[in-house]
């Protein structure tokens, strides 16, 4: 027999989004439950953000252990152990995902464990239970994209990477974003021989080019191997002396071999299977949910935000857009995200971040721009003998001097561009930035002596 349980808000998802959301409403005094069919905290946290950030940190030690010695450090006898590495992250993770649980009990929003489907405009039905909701908002988030090519299944995505049982010696990434370009530089400094193999010609299309470009000479220093205008038209699994092979049959007409093929193309809006055309909601033609300004759909009663509308498909939007669905339906206080300026990075080696219109946006929208650069090696690459350099670049708009635009790449430069993202936000001048006295010494006192 199937129960009956009435909200004012049901929430599809709990991830970072939709545990923002569920948190203020319940603030706000309505009655919350939230679904979720694997384990609270979603993407970022179980197999995102969060755990590929720690992969990063154990990775780079990598090289701080090469640059010991320099600093008269004597670490002979170092070794890496996989396993030790992956279970802790994956502790993290646990202790985050009850964190999350732990907030949402402290605001009584109701948790159900379950596969959601929307059955109207006010109906969401989780295993025999029959939920009826005022508002629905889905927040489902999003997908690994696979290519349906014969052999796929021979694959891993970014939901399964982190759980590797030992490291392969070889491992082909497809795709040239964020993902694939992170992924690349956590297993070369592990140790396993990477090639990345991108359908285009360019890696990080969005950021700024010259950026993109210093990364792909680094990269290729490190020892990280890239082809390009290239797809896979099959993947074959074979067993060897060695273990198990794959064979990727590339449209150029070769072939190359891994023990491990990750699939990091892009990521599909979770919407299949929810039942949103019970309620009538229109999705855009790669299943996102069509929402306008306020995250409303077609649908009255229904909201979506995160990935799953494929707006912007970072965490903290997510979160921004939980929290003014969450204000604007239940708090009484109208409240809609702003979109421009969103910084965002690249936990790459090294990694790379930026804000605001790229130098090749910038002359596209204004016209005439300027252009102030830094491109140094930093000190303490120097003395440890690493021929890497860093580079910084601010676009300016000349007609009122105000920084538009602010890229970055080298050790520590997401969190540098954290603040370049108020400046540029806020709309500061370049000249403010030339009045202020610089801290020496340090690779970002660079920011502020650009000429």
């Not at 590797?164 to 082909?172: D, Q």
């Not at 003998?385 to 009122?400: A, C, F, I, M, S």
Request: proline share 4%; net charge neutral.
């Amino acid at each position: 027999m199937s129960k009956q349980q009435s909200y004012d808000l049901v929430v599809i998802g709990a991830g970072s989004g939709g545990v923002r959301a569920a948190r203020v409403a319940a603030s706000h005094g309505a009655r919350v439950a939230i679904v979720e069919e694997y384990r609270v905290g979603g993407t970022c946290v179980i197999r995102g953000c969060v755990p590929k950030k720690l992969l990063t940190y154990g990775a780079h030690l990598a090289e701080e252990l090469e640059d010991a010695a320099r600093f008269g450090w004597q670490l002979q006898g170092a070794r890496f152990d996989w396993a030790v590495l992956r279970d802790n992250v994956q502790a993290e993770v646990s202790r985050l995902s009850g964190l999350y649980g732990e907030t949402l009990a402290k605001y009584d929003v109701e948790v159900l464990h379950g596969r959601a489907e929307v059955t109207g405009p006010h109906g969401v039905r989780v295993g025999a239970t029959q939920l009826t909701a005022k508002v629905i908002l889905v927040a489902s988030g999003a997908r690994p994209h696979v290519p349906n090519l014969p052999g796929s299944e021979h694959g891993m995505t970014s939901n399964e990477v982190f759980h590797l049982a030992e490291l392969p010696r070889r491992m082909v990434i497809v795709g040239g974003g964020y993902i694939a370009n992170e992924f690349a530089g956590i297993f070369n400094q592990l140790g396993v021989k990477v090639t990345v193999l991108n359908r285009s010609d360019r890696i990080l299309r969005g950021y700024d080019e010259q950026l993109a470009d210093r990364l792909l000479q680094l990269s290729a220093a490190k020892g990280i191997q890239f082809i390009f205008n290239a797809t896979i038209d099959g993947v074959v699994r074979q067993s060897t002396r060695q273990g198990e092979v794959l064979t990727l049959d590339l449209n150029t007409g070769i072939s190359t071999e891994c023990e491990a093929l990750l699939f990091a193309s892009g990521r599909v809006p979770n919407t299949a299977g929810l039942g949103l055309a019970s309620a009538g909601v229109e999705l855009a033609a790669n299943g996102a949910v069509r929402v306008d300004a306020d995250s409303r759909s077609s649908c009255p009663s229904l909201f979506a935000i995160g990935d799953v509308t494929d707006r912007v498909q970072l965490t903290p939007v997510a979160i921004r857009e939980g929290q003014a669905f969450a204000d604007s339906v239940f708090g009484n206080k109208p409240t809609r995200v702003d979109y421009r300026d969103i910084p965002s990075a690249v936990f790459s080696n090294p990694p790379l971040a930026g804000v605001g219109l790229t130098e090749a946006q910038a002359r596209g929208q204004l016209g005439d721009v300027r252009v102030f650069s830094a491109d140094f090696r930093p000190m303490k690459y120097a003395l440890a003998g690493r021929n890497e350099r860093t580079l910084y670049k601010l676009v300016v708009d000349p007609g009122n001097d105000r920084v538009v635009g602010a890229h970055m790449i080298g050790p520590d430069t997401p969190e540098l561009l954290q603040l370049m993202a108020v400046a540029v936000k806020a709309g500061l001048r370049k000249a403010q930035l030339d009045e202020c006295i610089a801290i020496h010494p340090t690779a970002a006192e660079e920011l502020v002596l650009m000429k």
